[in-house]
């Protein structure tokens, strides 16, 4: 009888704890919105870290290409689309290179649209306008893409149409190849990779 009594007590009945009939609309509102919240804040946060990672691996696996390619000797003079040879220059060897790769091998920009998605540019001039705008990859000599100069604030419409893409910058002032990637907010990596030609 005791502990029939401690069982059904005015603390610790059954109904205190459960309802027999549910959740009442106002308590399964305020847990969606709870969990909608949740979703909202999470969902973005998680595929930008994602965008990032894959990102920061495509980028080591450029460098890993340009290293390669360096010790074949290719010579490291920078030259545009059309300007030079594959067979001799390490910059349109590159083009070549990615402009053939297939399948997984290939590099795109999550960031451009389907048609662009996976160009290379291999150009002294950087993309200007939205049609040649964030380019899988950019092969340059140009030292507005330059790592050191990257973030400087004149060139913020440049980053923006770079966003998404891998630079390879042939860096006439250090004398070397440095590979990185622009995030989708059209920031430099946080660090990058330095091959030097010199």
């Known amino acids: 009888m005791l502990f029939r009594q401690l069982q059904r007590g005015p603390d610790c009945s059954p109904k205190r704890f459960f309802r027999p009939d549910g959740f009442g609309a106002l308590e399964l509102l305020v847990i969606i919105a709870i969990v909608a919240v949740?979703?909202?804040l999470g969902v973005p946060t998680l595929h930008s870290a994602s965008a990032k990672a894959v990102l920061a691996a495509n980028a080591g696996n450029l460098a890993s290409l340009v290293e390669e390619e360096m010790l074949y000797g290719w010579d490291?003079?920078?030259h545009p689309t059309d300007e030079g040879?594959?067979?001799r220059y390490l910059s349109n060897r590159l083009e070549r290179d990615l402009g053939l790769a297939q399948g997984a091998a290939r590099y795109t920009n999550p960031q451009a649209d389907a048609s662009r998605a996976d160009v290379v540019l291999n150009s002294r001039a950087i993309p200007a306008d939205r049609s040649s705008a964030s380019?899988?990859?950019l092969i340059s000599d140009n030292s507005v893409v330059g790592y050191e100069m990257?973030?400087?604030q004149p060139y913020a419409m440049n980053r923006e149409f770079l966003a998404?893409?891998?630079v390879v910058h042939f860096n006439t002032a250090y004398q070397s190849?440095?590979?990185f990637y622009v995030d989708r907010d059209g920031k430099k990596s946080?660090?990058?990779v330095r091959f030097s030609t010199g």
Do not use: I, K, T
């Open 85 to 87: 040879s594959p067979d």
């Open 76 to 78: 490291s003079e920078y």
């Open 135 to 137: 380019p899988a990859v």
């Open 177 to 179: 190849v440095d590979v």
């Open 190 to 192: 946080a660090d990058m």
């Open 150 to 152: 990257f973030n400087a």
């Open 38 to 40: 949740v979703v909202v």
């Open 164 to 166: 998404g893409s891998l």
